[in-house]
Each structure stands twice: as C-alpha cells, then as structure tokens.
C-alpha cells in the first residue's frame, strides 16, 4: 500500500509564505507531484518533483528528497485566491497516482 | 480547461436508482483513469483504462460498479443499485504518455 502524509489545514496571512510538508511511503517511486484544488472544483497541477532538489515556478516551490521521503511545496507573497485544497501526490510506477488527504490553506486579510 | 470534460456535472437521485456518468478524454490520450474524492480526502483510485482495455479496478470497485470505454475514446462509469456511500465527486483523468494527470471538472454524486 501506499501511505501519504500531509497536515490538514494551515493558516497564513496575505502576502506571508507557507510551507506544505508530505511525507511518503510507497512501494515505488517515479515522481511526486503537487495538486491545487478549489472547493468544488477538480485539481489542478502544480508541479512535478522526480530528482532530489527544488524546483521553482513563480511563487510556488516544490522541494524532494527521495532519500527522507520528504517534499515541501512552499507558497510564496500569498494571494487571497491562494486559499484551497493542497495536494501531494506520488506515481509509485504502476501507472497510478496515490494522493494524500490535502491540506487546506486559509488566507486571511 | 484541461482538454477533459465530465458530465453530467452534479446528479441528485435517491437510493437503489442506477447512475452513469461519462467522460470525454484528450483525443491523443491513451490512458484514462477513474477517481472517487469524498470531502475532506485526495482522490482514491477507482480503474484505467489503456485504449478500450481495463486494465486494473480498485477493490473500491464493487460489484454494482462498472466502467467500459468501448472504442478507446470516451468512457462511462455505471453505479447500479446506489447507496447514500456512494456520494462523492467522481473524476475523469487522462494523462499523457508519462507525467501529471489532466482532470476534468468531475461529476458529483448525491444519493439521498
């Protein structure tokens, strides 16, 4: 099976930064990817991690460490449109995704 | 938009009535995958499909589920027999050859 850990809700204030922890757990690995999900909508991609290292695309971050089973996906100058459902999701190889609960980031004023 | 569209988009039916759902993928996509998401958790594997075949069904996949894509396009997910454990979002994705999933909008399911 396929264990996937990330906290579920964070708070941060407009223009501040937050960092969202996963952890993982998986028969395989081949990529760890990072899911943006508004209430009621579908997720959207957000970034791609397979080798150790940070990667950047604007204001959002992702960082992997295959060794530690460790990503961070790290938001930067949040925007009130920010606030949504985060997800870590990991591509162990069989051809499916294996995603965490999410955590849910509020971006107060 | 991602190119993936799901309908219908919500569906509210009572108890022990069948349901289905359809998904329309990226033409040039030949996997698609379908994914439960109840409230408060990531979306959990439901079966793909590589062209027309099935190729793996999650034991979430009871008896009362079906899914077929009959000519390797467009895709149904048939729930017979609905229980209140049924509602959920349920997503449509289709990715390329490797790489991040495209999700479409979802349909949601509410059995009363």
């Known amino acids: 099976g396929q264990n996937i850990d990330q906290p579920t809700e964070m708070t941060a204030t407009e223009g501040a930064i937050v960092q969202i922890n996963c952890t993982y757990q998986t028969s395989g690995f081949n990529g760890l990817f990072w899911y943006q999900q508004h209430a009621g909508e579908a997720p959207t991609f957000l970034s791609y991690n397979v080798l150790d290292g940070l990667e950047e695309k604007g204001r959002f971050s992702s960082f992997l460490s295959r060794s530690k089973g460790y990503s961070y996906l790290l938001l930067k100058e949040l925007q009130m449109k920010d606030s949504a459902s985060y997800l870590c999701?990991?591509?162990?190889?069989?051809?499916?995704?294996?995603f965490g609960a999410g955590t849910t980031v509020t971006v107060r004023a | 938009d991602t190119g993936v569209s799901q309908n219908p988009r919500h569906k509210i039916t009572k108890r022990g009535q069948n349901v289905t759902f359809r998904c329309d993928p990226i033409?040039?996509?030949?996997?698609l995958y379908w994914y439960r998401q109840t409230l408060g958790q990531g979306p959990e594997f439901l079966t793909y499909?590589?062209?027309?075949?099935?190729?793996?069904k999650s034991r979430l996949l009871s008896d009362r589920f079906s899914a077929e894509r009959p000519k390797g396009s467009f895709s149904t997910l048939e729930i017979q027999r609905t229980e209140q454990g049924d509602s959920a979002m349920y997503l449509c994705?289709?990715?390329?050859?490797?790489?991040?999933?495209?999700f479409g909008e979802g349909s949601r399911l509410t059995v009363l």
């Open positions: 994705a289709s990715p390329p050859k490797s790489g991040e999933l495209f």
């Open positions: 033409s040039e996509h030949n996997r």
């Open positions: 999701a990991v591509f162990p190889g069989d051809y499916k995704l294996s």
């Open positions: 499909f590589q062209n027309e075949a099935q190729l793996e």
